[in-house]
Structure formats: C-alpha cells, structure tokens
C-alpha cells in the first residue's frame, strides 16, 4: 500500500528548492502519488505601490501570475520525464499562509518544500517560512535542505553569520 496518495510541493524557484523538488518527485514516483507543485506570491498592494494609471495594478498582477505559471510549467514537465503525474497551482497571499490553506483544501497527505537554512541573524530577522508551514500544517512537511553550492550563493554577511567561511 502506498503511504502518500497526494504530495504538495512548495518552491519559491531558488536553487534552495532544487533538493526538495528531486524529492518530491522521487517520493511521488515510489508512492504513486499525485504531485501537486505551488508557488506563493505577495500580490502587490495598492498603498504600496503608489497612485498607478487605471489597469496597471491588474495589468502587473496578470503579468506575474503569467511568470508564475510559465516557470511551473517546466516542472510539471520535469515531472512528466520522470512518470509523475502533477499540476501546478498558483497561490497568492502570504506564503507560508497560502501553502498551509493548499494543503488544507487539496487534502494532501505530504507537504515537501526547501529551506534556504539561514542560521543567526539572518534567520533572526528574516524568519523561516518552513518554520512556519511546519508549525501550522495539517499533515507531515519534510523539508530539504539547500545544497551546498546553493547555500554558498548567499551573500557573504549571511556565511559569515553562519560560519560559513572562516
């Protein structure tokens, strides 16, 4: 019997996600698994943005939904390659908000995301998302680690705050 029936992955598209997205569809593979692949924007705000020409704001928000479901696209068909079966699903809101209430109505059995793995004050001030899905969740979330070459791409306050480099 297969353990999971539906897999919710979460990606914010950085190559901190890469780890997790691997697997997801490796886990979606064994398990027969639907996979079902997320991404959770911030919708501009009107405040935020100014006074705009009449259409704009709509115009921006079709514009990212647009980028959004372009990028997911190619990881529904990586997922294809690999004999899994998922669809994409674009959520707007605060993240780690968005992808409990994903999970939540989609019924999910597992939630897969990666975790940038900012340690000290970067993590102090810029908080955790998986911390918060984790927290919050209806079901198990494994989360994944951003590989090492990932983890090096970050500015080098953020290693030097995590000892990264000597």
């Known amino acids: 019997m297969n353990r999971f029936q539906k897999i919710l992955m979460a990606t914010d598209f950085s190559d901190a996600s890469a780890p997790a997205w691997r697997r997801a569809v ?10 079902i692949v997320a991404h959770a ?7 935020e943005a100014g006074p705009m020409a009449p ?16 990028k997911l696209q190619l990881l ?21 908000e ?3 209430q994903a999970a939540i ?11 940038h793995g ?3 004050v970067s993590r102090f001030f810029l908080g955790s998302v998986a911390s918060r899905v984790i927290a919050t969740a209806p079901c198990p979330v494994l ?24």
């Open 76 to 96: 529904i068909n990586d997922a294809a390659r690999s004999g899994v079966a998922a669809h994409p699903l674009v959520l707007v809101g605060n993240p780690e």
């Open 105 to 115: 109505e989609n019924h999910v059995d597992l939630l897969i995301m990666g975790t």
């Open 41 to 47: 924007f911030s919708a501009p705000h009107y405040l």
């Open 118 to 120: 900012r340690q000290g």
């Open 143 to 166: 989360t994944e680690r951003a590989d090492h070459a990932a983890r090096d791409r970050r500015p080098v306050e953020d290693r030097v705050m995590a000892g990264a480099i000597a």
């Open 98 to 100: 968005a992808i409990v």
């Open 26 to 35: 490796e886990m979606a593979a064994e398990n027969r698994a639907e996979l």
């Open 55 to 70: 259409g704009l704001y709509e115009e921006c928000d079709k514009h990212l939904r647009a980028e959004v479901s372009k």
